[in-house]
């Protein structure tokens, strides 16, 4: 999956030693926030020192995010995953925005639902 938009927020590194293997592991999140009228924003996150380093990724950037959700259960409890692998330049202008080209999402709880009327339709029913 992909998403276009500017990175809003850099959050803290966190970092750890795997119980499993030994290893040293690291991971950080970022905040990214779409374009348009009714802008998204998304938190995902990078694992691994050398993505971190080689992703370098900072604060005002328009890029577009390449991804894989992922869920999982923790104490009857689930929990999404959303864990960027590749990162790039947006596409700049020119270009269709990608929030207008994503399927349509059902709308947050207290947001109002979208309109489906057409200029060309004179009825005023809501349906």
Known sequence: M?????????????????PRTGSPWKL???????????PRRMVFEVFGEERLNQMNI???????????IDAREYNGRWYNSIRAWKVEP?????????AQSAPMAAPAMG????????EESTDDLPF
């Open 2 to 18: 992909e998403l276009e938009g500017k990175i809003i927020k850099v959050l803290e590194t966190r970092s750890g030693t795997s």
């Open 28 to 38: 950080q999140s970022f905040v990214l926030e779409t374009p348009g009228q009714y």
């Open 58 to 68: 900072q604060e005002g950037q328009e890029l577009k995010v390449s991804f894989d």
């Open 90 to 98: 947006a596409t700049g202008e020119g270009a269709e925005p990608v």
């Open 111 to 118: 947001e109002p639902a979208a309109s489906f009327t057409t």
